[in-house]
């Protein structure tokens, strides 16, 4: 989280210092730039150590074995398929319209140092509210965090479509950053309750691939939809995918009520 918002304060400086660096190629120090941030942050990530392993207390009674389930049974499950919608959505959204921000405001006549403001304070809108929202949804519950995200997903929507202006640009990135947070923690500790101890590793990884498979496809879709039918259908492209993750989340929230229900749990 911390790193999100150093990203979000260092990066607007080094989009617009770099995108002039190679002579007669526009944009193409950017490009520069990043592969030199990825290869400080591999030889960072080549000094951490895994911590060894707690020993297990055996006792004098045989631990008891967990079982682990098939991944279709656990993707069968209403709280997996939320937690999927809900991740995966957010972050296909989320990548669908920030993609696209910068090169939307500069074909609306907007400068670089503008564009690159817009992404600023639209990072810190997708970080800062993560020292937070994790206690919201402990205490409120994922589905109602969930929603909320997606009612200020919309919200974002709603002022991208209404103008052109620099303020327009700015709130709704800010919403569309605090919109991704709300659902995709929310998603996430969905897909904590999916999921055994033993079964953890493999439902995790099923996860990352759902979720970067739908981010992926957002990214292919973005300029195209930018290019062919302008900002406005960006923005409303991810309507409905915002419609199904809300509906998606009050179909699961309603089947555990009447799980508990039937159960007597509180």
Not at 27 to 43: D, H, K, N, P, R
Not at 69 to 81: D, E, G, K
Not at 129 to 155: M, Y
């Amino acid at each position: 989280m911390a790193g999100g918002v150093l990203a979000a304060l260092i990066s607007p400086t080094l989009s617009v210092w770099s995108k002039d660096l190679i002579a007669g190629s526009l944009y193409a120090g950017s490009y520069l730039v990043v592969v030199v941030l990825g290869v400080i942050a591999t030889a960072t990530l080549r000094l951490l150590r895994a911590a060894p392993a707690p020993a297990l207390d055996t006792g004098s009674a045989p631990l008891a074995q967990e079982t682990p389930r098939t991944l279709r049974s656990i993707a069968a499950q209403p709280v997996f398929i939320a937690a999927i919608a809900n991740a995966g959505v957010s972050h296909g959204t989320m990548i669908l319209v920030m993609t696209t921000t910068p090169l939307a405001m500069i074909g609306h006549a907007h400068l670089m140092q503008d564009a690159a403001s817009v992404i600023q304070w639209h990072v810190l809108g997708m970080f800062l509210p993560a020292f937070f929202s994790g206690r919201l949804v402990d205490r409120f519950g994922a589905a109602r965090v969930s929603i909320a995200g997606a009612i200020v997903f919309a919200s974002s929507i709603i002022l991208a479509a209404s103008g052109s202006a620099f303020f327009h640009f700015l709130t709704s990135s800010i919403l569309l950053g605090v919109g991704w947070n709300l659902m995709y923690v929310s998603g996430t500790a969905l897909i904590a309750r999916s999921h055994t101890t033993s079964e953890r590793g493999r439902v995790q990884g099923m996860a990352e691939l759902c979720i970067a498979t739908i981010a992926a496809l957002s990214a292919f879709s973005s300029g195209a939809l930018l290019t062919y039918f302008g900002w406005t259908a960006v923005n409303l492209g991810a309507v409905p995918l915002l419609l199904s993750a809300a509906c998606i989340t009050v179909w699961f929230a309603t089947t555990e009520r009447r799980a508990k229900a039937a159960t007597g749990a509180p």
